[in-house]
């Protein structure tokens, strides 16, 4: 008892003194292995360099980088006009391409800052041109960039996968019917508030242009989804084809990229993964001492005992993971929280991928909320807008995405049918 609260005003004391998340995530770690692995601290650092020896960590930087690779280069732009080209004739066609655009991105590279960055950076000049509010196009580019957190390959699903072990190319399969959702509920929405916009006549063969200019970009998600669920190659190994994929087509076919280009990719990569490895690597330490322990396992009795029921089970994780998406980031809430729910969620008979679709999804939501939601950060640097300003605007999208999570919650058929 005195242990666990010491965990608990340690934590406490961590953020009021406002550290980072590595900081805290070190922190109580040692105090973990100080009071229940013997009082030896080498064990911390025997179990980070395990922790990392995973080949499906891999996936990460390596769509990581390709997705910053496209973002340099055309591959996004050429997207963007396949999908405003298609969508021009229908009212709030474009708010309905911004949305596309931004799935279709998600698939390619498995990032909601990176989506965000691509189609933002494109389409906000575009949809303020063309009559669209300024709320409506902060709101849909913030709200847009997150269907990369469900949407596979999504990293933070690679992640539960990791941390869980449970399969990684199942958890794709199960967020592509939600993810699906998610982007026709955001796509109706935006033709509903946009459908005052005048409609543009549909161009064939601006369409044909469009679309032989942007072949080698439509073929990268074909080629990635269908080489993952044929089983061709591993999540892993269709990370490295993202990556050879995009870095021949942006230097050899597009010539969009040069090599002061690849060379300012990777080091911006780096440092995305200098701060997000030594999470991984602590939070994956701290779960085998919980672990050994028996640590879930006693959480998991103690939240049956409180809970009582399925249901509400379900809907006091959600709330709480709601809660927590304010505060923390997604990689953080997954490695930490990730085994110890799922250790209580089955005690209930949740299939435990189902269960890693409704993390994500309660995580996506955290990217949009007060106070460090983090594609609210960045919209704002990148659309130079106040945060109060982006926050209301993503209210209408937040609300979406919470009527699909509820429904994903309560019909694990969603999410389950194409993993069946």
Request: proline share 5%.
């Amino acid at each position: 008892m005195m242990a666990g609260l010491g965990i608990v005003v340690l934590l406490f004391g961590l953020i009021a003194l406002r550290q980072n998340i590595v900081v805290i995530l070190l922190a109580i770690a040692a105090y973990v292995h100080l009071v229940w692995a013997d009082g030896d601290l080498t064990y911390l650092v025997e179990d980070m360099w395990l922790a990392l020896d995973n080949d499906v960590l891999l996936a990460v930087p390596m769509f990581l980088i390709a997705g910053n690779l496209m973002t340099r280069g055309s591959i996004a732009r050429r997207l963007i006009e396949v999908a405003r080209l298609i969508t021009a004739p229908i009212p709030g066609g474009l708010g309905v391409a911004t949305i596309l655009s931004c799935a279709i991105f998600a698939a390619i590279s498995g990032s909601s800052p990176v989506t965000l960055l691509a189609v933002g950076s494109v389409l906000y000049p575009a949809l303020i041109e063309n009559g669209y509010s300024k709320k409506f196009a902060l709101g849909a580019l913030t709200s847009g960039g997150t269907l990369g957190i469900i949407i596979p390959p999504s990293i933070p699903l690679i992640l539960y996968g990791v941390v869980t072990e449970h399969s990684i190319a199942s958890l794709f399969l199960a967020g592509i019917i939600p993810g699906l959702m998610l982007t026709a509920a955001m796509s109706g929405y935006a033709l509903i508030v946009n459908r005052h916009i005048p409609t543009a006549p549909f161009d064939p063969r601006a369409l044909w242009e469009a679309l032989r200019r942007g072949i080698w970009a439509i073929l990268m998600p074909i080629i990635l989804l269908g080489g993952i669920y044929s089983g061709m190659f591993s999540p892993t190994e269709a990370a490295a084809v993202a990556l050879f994929y995009g870095l021949i087509v942006e230097a050899f076919i597009h010539r969009e990229l040069g090599v002061k280009d690849v060379y300012r990719t990777m080091v911006d990569t780096a440092r995305t993964l200098g701060m997000l490895f030594p999470i991984i690597a602590v939070a994956l330490s701290l779960k085998n001492v919980l672990t050994i322990e028996g640590i879930p396992q006693m959480m998991a009795d103690w939240i049956a005992i409180t809970t009582g029921s399925k249901v509400a089970f379900l809907l006091a994780t959600n709330v709480m993971l709601l809660v927590v998406g304010c505060f923390f980031d997604v990689v953080s809430s997954i490695l930490i929280l990730g085994p110890l729910l799922l250790a209580a969620a089955q005690t209930f008979g949740i299939d435990p991928i189902h269960f890693g679709v409704i993390m994500a999804i309660n995580l996506e939501i955290g990217f949009l909320t007060p106070p460090i939601g983090l594609n609210l950060i960045v919209a704002m640097s990148v659309f130079r807008a106040r945060f109060s300003e982006i926050c209301f605007a993503v209210i209408p999208f937040v609300a979406i995405i919470g009527v699909v999570l509820l429904l994903v919650t309560f019909i694990p058929q969603l999410s389950l049918w194409l993993v069946n």
